[in-house]
């Protein structure tokens, strides 16, 4: 098991994310390929938020397979 842990971003990440990466495409029209990426970001963006909204409390930690602590699901 990996001791790299997958952290999932915030909707501001994500938002800045999206933020560079319309930056960098700026006056011109997204191709069919970059469109799918900013769909992707988005929906990502938007059920980040949507867990940002939904946790009231943290969670209890736990040691890892690695020794670190990390939040329990």
Not at 13 to 37: C, K, P, Y
Not at 54 to 70: D, H, L, M, N
């Amino acid at each position: 098991m990996s001791c790299n842990a997958t952290l999932t971003p915030t909707p501001e990440q994500l938002n800045h994310e999206i933020r560079m990466f319309l930056t960098a495409r700026r006056g011109r029209t997204l191709t069919s390929a970059e469109r799918d990426v900013y769909e992707r970001l988005r929906a990502e963006w938007l059920a980040a938020g949507r867990r940002a909204r939904y946790v009231t409390a943290p969670r209890p930690a736990r040691p890892s397979a690695c020794g670190a602590r990390t939040v329990s699901e």
